[in-house]
């Protein structure tokens, strides 16, 4: 299945880590997930509204909905915000990766301020 991220909640102690909801595919509820569903992106990087496409399991039990395999789908690379933190106190490969999405963007100007 295919749907959009609605929702992201990180951890109070390790905000590298959380839960999340993805809107409905029908007019049922929502889609929960955990930061281990995620197949090709850390839980750091996901963003609301990005695309994802993932295995939908129905638990009757309590009668909610999990998505597992939760892997991006390559649309979102054009949707992204292309704007850097103006202060940004992460690691130095949160930094390449920032960098590298930006690089597959089809907005070049970007760079243009960037100084290195």
């Known amino acids: 299945m295919q749907s959009k991220i609605k929702k ?5 102690k390790n905000p590298e880590q ?11 509820r929502d889609y929960y997930f955990n930061h281990f569903d995620l197949t090709n992106i850390e839980y750091k990087n996901l963003r609301e ?4 496409e993932f295995k939908a399991i129905e638990i009757e039990k309590d009668n909610n909905r999990k998505a ?3 892997a ?3 649309e979102n690379l054009n949707e992204q915000s292309t ?15 920032i960098l590298s999405l930006a690089a597959r963007t089809t907005n070049s ?7 290195f």
């Open 8 to 12: 992201i909640t990180p951890d109070s």
């Open 49 to 52: 509204g990005m695309v994802v």
């Open 109 to 115: 100007e970007i760079f243009e301020d960037i100084v």
């Open 18 to 28: 959380g839960h999340g909801f993805i809107f409905p595919t029908d007019e049922g």
């Open 83 to 97: 704007e850097l933190p103006i202060s940004y106190n992460g690691t130095i490969n949160q930094v390449i990766e």
């Open 68 to 70: 597992s395999e939760i």
């Open 72 to 74: 991006l789908l390559d």
